[in-house]
């Protein structure tokens, strides 16, 4: 699982290039420094409350839009998976279980 430093980092760097903006660009739009950005998006350093609300601003987005993970088809095809696998578990022990009862009954 990521830490929120690392979500940020990603979320900033992955909503500037879909606006098609560079660090300088964003940093300009935002007020703040080229560096910062940089700092920012290598993890080096987690900006202010005010900061991200600045950084939501220029990208367009919403704030909580920066802190959350979307919801990727292979995550949620590994989540299928394993929730299919627990239900075929669970019923074949539930087919072996009627079935030893059974048998045992007959005897």
């Known amino acids: 699982m990521e830490n929120i430093r690392e979500i940020l980092a990603k ?12 660090q300088p660009e964003l940093a300009e739009r935002a007020s703040i420094s080229t560096n910062y950005i940089g700092m920012i998006e290598q993890k080096r350093k987690f900006p202010t409350p005010e900061v991200i609300n600045r950084l939501a601003t220029a990208l367009e987005i919403e704030c909580t839009a920066l802190f959350t993970t979307p919801v990727s088809p292979g995550n ?31 005897k």
């Open 11 to 22: 979320n900033i760097k992955e909503y500037r290039q879909k606006l098609g903006i560079t």
């Open 76 to 106: 949620e095809l590994n989540k299928l998976h394993k929730e299919i696998l627990a239900d075929l578990e669970r019923a074949i022990g539930e087919a072996v279980s009627k079935a030893v009862k059974e048998h045992c009954k007959n």
